[in-house]
């Protein structure tokens, strides 16, 4: 468990112990940026291009090392890259941040690379989840960028300066997602089973298993022989915010950007010369730290109208950390975690305008916790159309760390939201879990109008795991599995259908659009179990669906049907099953 202060010491160990080993042989230089940088903790590691690139690469490969395979451990670090040019090939780990602070990605040149294998899992990288880079310009020194990985392992604001592969000599990696970055060469997606490439620009891509979404992206695919291959076309983005970033002057001032609301977009947001956001100066965050602070604290800092700096660590929280005033920013470093302990919500964000989270993982408590995230007090009429809230690089993870139970991961009742990379996970392996165990109902659940999502993916929730109730909704790229350790079909029945299905439209909802979808089943404790519909929506002229797909993982299991009673059975010895539309 995270909660208590043998864990607090044990991960203030760890983080000081690596600090120490960091630093180690780069005093020299280090002194001077310290000096510069406003205190982020023991776990922020910034550095400076006149750092000996010997010394910075026997450190990072250090943390790597640490970091490899430390699926559920409690550490958190974030790597800032000062502007300039660093010859250094990063590996990188589990719970790590990369991010460089130059203005424009180009700013931060990394001579090297970054790559991500599946070396520690038998070169399976479907449980390569829980890092990021962003704002950096990458040159692989092979010519390649490997990065197999899968949920929760976002790539943002990068300029890669040569091809990309997203696997490991040919072993599954499930769910990417990359947006407002430049790839100059080919993306090959090899056995990537799906992805969502948001706002880029490619020189090509070669290769599709399942689902393969491109939403504003300049040089997509051609998408129209779907689904051979299955690659999904959006020319234009309706409505986006860039996640906000962290950056530094020249002169050693730290700020934060916020970039504006963009509508039918295409293509990186970094082309100009002039970006039109908003900068905050530091003095207006409140730099959080978990080994000091609390609830208390946290919520002290809201109510006076800044924004939050989480630096990297587990927040223990024994009460809701509550966002009340408009445009609040919430910056999360180093998959920064927010951990109820009292059965709590671990967030509540009041209906104003504004508000943006980023990089944050909601890790439930032992004790059930009815909400971990709730965006809006209940369903009003307030329109946010103009300033709308939005999450970026937000996951919730029920169980697999410890014991873990949240009846619902998070629940949107304002009008008008925007998710950019969300991932709602129940542990499907790790600690604490089991049907009996890591309990849940529901996923997320949207009440509010006018909301939308780009890369939803959502898992193993023992109810439906997506619930729609607002109006007017559109969903880019859906990826979800069942529950896989249902014990019977009778224990799993709604009412006279076998299962839940995995996105559910209330039956009042007269307008929705949801395109690029994939549901999964691999019900490995009762292969004998049957779902009867991926997805349940009502039909109507503005219920829009399109380009569907359900698996039946190594054939374990059988989804029935696409959506409602279309489409055939995805099930053994036909274990894919496609539908365009209803």
Same mark, same amino acid.
């Given at each position: 468990?995270? @909660? ?37 903790? &023991? ?24 970091? =490899? ?17 660093? *010859? ?7 719970? $790590? ?38 704002? +950096? ?53 090899? $056995? ?49 915010? =860039? ?54 604290? +946290? ?11 989480? $630096? ?25 975690? +927010?951990?109820?302990? *009292? ?48 999450? *970026? ?35 499907? *392996? ?79 909802? $007269? ?16 292969? &004998? ?9 009502? +039909? ?9 797909? @359900? ?32």
């Amino acid at each position: 468990m995270y @909660s208590g202060i043998a864990d607090k010491t044990l991960f203030t160990l760890f983080g000081a112990g690596l600090t120490a080993l960091f630093l180690a042989g780069c005093q020299a230089d280090a002194h001077k940026v310290q000096a510069s940088a406003p205190d982020f903790g &023991e776990n922020v590691f910034v550095l400076d291009p006149q750092m000996p690139a010997e010394e910075v690469q026997t450190r990072l490969d250090a943390l790597f090392k640490q970091q =490899e395979s430390n699926q559920f451990g409690p550490e958190r670090y974030a790597v800032l890259f000062k502007p300039g040019v660093y *010859h250094n090939k990063i590996k990188l780990g589990f719970y $790590t941040q990369l991010m460089g602070l130059g203005r424009y990605p180009d700013d931060v040149m990394l001579q090297g690379g970054i790559e991500v294998k599946a070396t520690w899992h038998e070169e399976d990288a479907t449980q390569n989840f829980w890092r990021s880079v962003e704002n +950096l310009s990458v040159t692989p020194d092979n010519g390649t960028m490997q990065w197999a990985v899968s949920q929760a392992s976002p790539l943002r604001r990068l300029h890669v300066r040569g091809n990309m592969l997203l696997d490991d000599n040919g072993g599954w990696s499930s769910g990417g997602f990359i947006a407002d970055s430049l790839i100059d060469q080919q993306v090959n997606s090899g $056995t990537q089973q799906q992805w969502l490439t948001r706002n880029s620009n490619i020189g090509s891509w070669t290769n599709a298993n399942w689902n393969m979404v491109f939403v504003g992206v300049k040089h997509a695919p051609d998408a129209s022989h779907w689904p051979n291959p299955p690659y999904t076309d959006v020319p234009q983005t309706p409505i986006v915010r =860039e996640k906000p970033f962290l950056t530094v002057t020249a002169a050693g001032e730290y700020q934060v950007y916020v970039p504006p609301l963009r509508q039918q977009t295409q293509g990186i947001s970094w082309q100009d010369a002039h970006l039109n956001g908003t900068t905050i100066p530091l003095s207006r965050f409140y730099i959080a730290k978990a080994a000091t602070d609390n609830a208390d604290s +946290l919520n002290a800092a809201l109510a006076k109208g800044l924004h939050l700096l989480l $630096t990297p660590g587990i927040y223990p929280l024994d009460k809701a950390l509550n966002i009340s005033h408009a445009n609040t920013v919430v910056l999360g470093l180093g998959i920064a975690t +927010l951990l109820p302990t *009292h059965g709590n919500p671990a967030m509540q964000v009041q209906d104003v305008d504004g508000v943006i989270l980023g990089g944050l993982l909601f890790d439930a408590g032992e004790k059930n916790s009815e909400v971990l995230l709730q965006v809006g007090q209940s369903k009003t009429a307030t329109s946010h159309a103009q300033n709308p809230i939005s999450l *970026h690089d937000v996951f919730f993870r029920v169980g697999g760390a410890s014991v873990g139970n949240a009846t619902h991961s998070v629940i949107i009742n304002s009008n008008h939201v925007i998710g950019d990379n969300l991932w709602v996970w129940r542990g499907d *392996h790790g600690n604490g879990i089991g049907w009996s165990t890591n309990k849940t109902k529901h996923g997320i659940v949207v009440n509010g109008d006018d909301v939308t999502m780009y890369g939803l993916f959502v898992e193993h929730f023992h109810d439906y795991q997506t619930v729609w109730n607002g109006e007017n909704g559109a969903v880019y790229f859906y990826q979800s599995e069942a529950p896989y350790d249902v014990p019977n079909q009778a224990s799993w029945m709604n009412g006279s259908s076998n299962g839940f299905a995995s996105y559910k439209v209330a039956d009042h909802v $007269t307008q929705h659009r949801a395109i690029g979808m994939g549901v999964y089943c691999f019900f490995n404790d009762n292969p &004998e179990v049957k779902l009867s519909s991926a997805i349940e929506a009502p +039909l109507g002229e503005h219920i829009q669906f399109e380009r569907m797909t @359900s698996v039946s993982l190594g054939g374990t299991g059988e989804i029935t049907h696409v959506l409602n009673t279309s489409g055939d059975a995805a099930k053994p010895g036909s274990e894919v099953s496609r539908l365009l539309k209803p």
